[in-house]
């Protein structure tokens, strides 16, 4: 939970820069843009809750029999459209 806005969130991992040299990374929440300092510790990035723990159960195109990776696109054969792996849609078949 962040401190700051009090919601749930993601957290967000953005590259600190000088010119074109990384100097670091900071921590923000997702939600509210909230920048953690180093020595502060995140309490949701230990809550799983808020992920699918069981990983590839979802009704999304990448778990569908329909689904196809070609070389320059992802299409649902079954409708014959582009889609992404994380599209859904009432069509779906479990592989």
Known sequence: MCPACKERS???MKKVFQGF???GEK???GL???EFKESEEI????????????????????????????PM???CMFRNVEV?????????KQK
């Open 27 to 29: 921590r923000t929440c």
């Open 43 to 70: 309490e949701f990035l230990r809550d799983k809750s808020i992920f699918n723990d069981d990983g590839d159960s979802g009704k999304v195109c990448k778990n569908c029999e329909f689904y196809f990776i070609l």
């Open 73 to 75: 696109t992802q299409r």
């Open 21 to 23: 040299k990384v100097l």
């Open 84 to 92: 992404t792996a994380l599209d859904s849609c009432e069509d779906f």
């Open 32 to 34: 509210c843009g909230y």
């Open 10 to 12: 993601f957290l967000q």
